[in-house]
């Protein structure tokens, strides 16, 4: 496949041992408010709100939160006004970073990241420095542990996805941006739970990281995702599991 996100695999790994729900919350509140700001209040019109709600609930999200986002984004009720920025940069390796946040203050966000990076052996780029290097695709993953294969990838692929592959517990269903919510509708109808669906921007190759490189990297977007203003972070790497079950 062209590639997907080593880096959700990776915390998909480490969830067991982080405690950091809070945090998670607060991200997928901005993503709501951002994403009804942006396209309107109503799901059915607006698939990346849609997106936003379907993963505030599967991480239990209580709906009266959710809607409150919603209004803060319409302007039904008062609240930040946060805008969207991305930051381009590489890491330990010359992996290719790509930093989104949502902020109400974009000088304090970059100085943030900046700091982060220049600690972790990174460094800011220029727009465009390394986007072309990656694709925008809808992603969704299902449990390899509960689902037979043939069955998931068949579903998968009559409902539209454009690529299908397993990465160790989990299978890995790519679809264009447009049809990520149909293909999670027709693996649905047929009983496969889905979670985690995301429009991701995709590398289109990696860069191969291990060792001492491996943990520095891993560290400096460990560093990035914590800070408050960054909603998620995408990079350009592969690495072997047992790379990522000791980093």
């Known amino acids: 496949m062209a ?16 405690a950091k729900r809070g945090a998670h919350f607060t991200k997928l509140i901005r993503e709501i408010t951002v994403s009804a ?13 849609r997106t936003a709600i379907d993963i505030a609930k599967a991480a239990s999200m209580p709906k009266e939160n959710i809607e409150r986002a919603v209004k803060k984004g319409t302007g039904e009720l008062e609240g930040v006004d946060y805008i ?8 330990p390796g010359g992996v290719a970073l790509l930093i989104h946040a949502v902020t109400d ?7 943030e990241v900046r700091f982060k990076l220049s600690r972790g052996n990174g460094n800011l780029g220029a727009s465009n420095s390394v ?16 689902f037979a294969e043939d069955a ?7 409902g539209g996805a454009t690529d299908f592959a397993q990465d160790g517990d989990q299978f890995v269903v790519s679809t264009e941006p447009t049809e990520l919510h149909s293909v999670m509708g027709a693996l649905e109808a047929k009983g496969i ?55």
């Open 3 to 18: 590639g997907h996100s080593k880096w959700k695999q990776i915390k998909h790994y480490k969830a067991a041992t982080d």
């Open 37 to 49: 700001k942006a396209g309107g209040g109503d799901p059915a019109g607006n698939p990346r709100l």
């Open 84 to 91: 969207e920025v991305m930051y381009e940069g590489y890491g």
């Open 105 to 111: 203050n974009p000088t304090r966000t970059v100085a």
């Open 131 to 146: 986007a072309w290097m990656f694709e925008r695709k809808g992603q969704l993953y299902v449990d390899a542990t509960k």
């Open 152 to 158: 998931t990838m068949e579903a998968a692929l009559d």
């Open 193 to 247: 739970t889905v979670h985690d669906p995301e429009i991701s921007m995709i590398p289109k190759q990696t860069v191969h990281v291990e060792g001492r490189t491996a943990e520095s990297l891993l560290k400096l977007m460990e560093e990035l995702d914590s800070l408050d203003d960054v909603q998620k972070v995408e990079a350009n790497f592969d690495m072997d599991v047992a790379e990522m079950t000791k980093a």
